[in-house]
């Protein structure tokens, strides 16, 4: 079963701010965000940890609720360059296999 | 900086014929990913590869499948007998630990005829 992010799609003015939706039916041991443009790979941004840690970008913040099994990914003061598809994959287990599921995307696009 | 690269960008293919994808992980990373997405839809994981074997894989990852890494870089994906719902993205991902971002390589794209 695939976390749920919502909104599915976001438009927004030159430096407006958005929020980006990731939930789990299923205990999330990590949550790790990804940006994709069009005809491009999954770019890394940022991974949150169960027991707090993060890693990632320093202009891209996020927070994870672990007892909600919900993350969310924080874009302020947006440009256009963050235009894409951001992507959620979910790590549902503590075993260090890496396997990550991904949400189905929320589809950002910037305008000037 | 250091990135995983791919090979061949686009593979264009005859339904039943084998293909290998290769993949070039970052050189000091030890954990390795294979993942699809079909045009339009979400990234898809098919399997991922930690000392010299299979840690885990998606029921996508059938028998017509396989992964190997021949030697200390390279780590490839085969199909053996490929079918037109295999036409998709192909991505290869390395991390450093199995809790560790995972960085994507630029994709295959694999078209099925």
């Known amino acids: 079963q695939q976390p749920v992010q919502s909104p599915q799609a976001v438009i927004l003015r030159e430096g407006e701010d958005a929020v980006i939706n990731c939930s789990s039916s299923?205990?999330?041991?990590?949550v790790h965000w990804y940006r994709q443009k069009h005809g491009e790979a999954p770019v890394f941004l940022m991974i949150?940890?169960?027991g707090g840690e993060q890693k990632g970008h320093e202009k891209i913040s996020a927070s994870f609720n672990e007892k909600k099994q919900q993350s969310s990914l924080y874009l302020t003061a947006s440009q256009l360059s963050y235009s894409g598809t951001y992507f959620c994959?979910?790590?549902w287990g503590s075993g260090n296999t890496g396997k990550l599921i991904f949400g189905q995307g929320t589809t950002l696009q910037v305008k000037p | 900086e250091p990135e995983v690269t791919q090979t061949p960008s686009h593979q264009v293919t005859q339904m039943g014929q084998e293909v290998i994808l290769r993949c070039v992980p970052i050189?000091?990373?030890?954990?390795f990913y294979w993942y699809r997405q079909i045009l339009g839809q979400k990234v898809e994981f098919l399997v991922s590869?930690?000392?010299?074997?299979?840690?885990?894989k998606s029921e996508i990852f059938d028998d017509q499948f396989s992964v190997e890494r021949p030697d200390g870089s390279n780590f490839t994906l085969k199909i053996r007998s490929t079918k037109l719902e295999d036409s998709a993205m192909y991505f290869c991902?390395?991390?450093?630990?199995?809790?560790?971002?995972?960085?994507f390589g630029p994709g295959t794209r694999l078209t099925v005829l």
């Open positions: 299923k205990a999330l041991y990590s």
């Open positions: 994959g979910t790590e």
């Open positions: 050189s000091n990373h030890l954990y």
């Open positions: 991902a390395s991390s450093g630990g199995g809790h560790n971002e995972q960085f």
């Open positions: 590869f930690y000392n010299n074997e299979i840690s885990e």
């Open positions: 949150l940890l169960k």
